[in-house]
């Protein structure tokens, strides 16, 4: 048992000291910076789901940099890209929104960096990502329902009759609260991870090429 403990702490030790070298240190920073900044630019889908429900790019630079080193990393640059976007634009959530986007982009970069990590092929990626949409959009339905909507109701007072109504006017499926979240912020979601995924996939080969002319491993 001693040797087992003693073998899973050099391991973690080993990992952590890869994980924390100088440059993954400074490639989670550039990229996590890059998506804070990519945050403050966000457009609606009308045609998908209510203009309140806006979407950014900002998890193009944590997908690559997670498939870079691993996902981790990816939940580090995560939750930096969010503090970053805080301090540059506030909260306008009561940090709940921003604690939900951080949820749902976990979601997304962690099973994708996960499987590319096992499958560092074309076809792992696209797995992975593919995966992590589906991951995704599951997280947006739960978190909707039970956090997201709900606080909006009690915060701020909207009517959630006025949500279903939003939700309705751009289809009709929308009957309740359960329905709104599934056939407009599942698709939401769905279109946000294809968007990503294919700038991903146009950008990752030459940054992960570039990384590694520098030294990178």
């Known amino acids: 048992i001693k040797k087992k403990n003693f073998l899973r702490k050099r391991k973690e030790i080993i990992f952590m000291k890869e994980l924390f070298n100088t440059k993954n240190l400074v490639l989670m920073a550039v990229f996590a910076a890059l998506g804070g900044v990519l945050m403050l630019w966000e457009f609606p889908i009308p045609f998908i789901a209510p203009g309140f429900y806006e979407m950014d790019l900002s998890e193009v630079p944590v997908l ?3 498939f870079i080193a691993g996902p981790v990393a990816g939940v580090i640059m995560e939750a930096v890209k969010i ?4 301090m540059i634009k506030g909260t306008s959530t009561a940090y709940v ?3 939900a986007n951080f949820c749902i982009g976990c979601c997304f970069i962690v099973p994708a ?6 499958i560092k092929t074309k076809k792992g990626a696209l797995i992975g990502v593919c995966a992590g949409t589906v991951f995704m959009a599951v ?8 956090i997201m909507i709900p606080f909006y109701v009690k915060a701020f007072g909207t009517p959630l009759d006025g949500i279903l109504a939003a939700g309705k006017s751009i289809n009709p499926l929308v009957g309740n ?9 599942a698709p939401f979601n769905i279109i946000k991870g294809v ?3 294919i700038i991903t996939f146009l950008l990752y080969k030459r940054i992960s090429t570039f990384i590694k002319s520098i030294g990178h491993k």
Not at 113 to 118: E, F, Q, R
């Open 97 to 99: 929104g921003d604690f």
């Open 177 to 185: 609260k359960l329905s709104f979240t599934i056939v407009c912020v």
């Open 139 to 146: 997280a947006g339905v739960v978190l909707n329902y039970f």
């Open 83 to 86: 503090i970053i976007k805080i």
């Open 195 to 197: 968007i990503d995924s």
């Open 113 to 118: 960096s996960i499987i590319y990590k096992k």
């Open 64 to 66: 690559i940099g997670s």
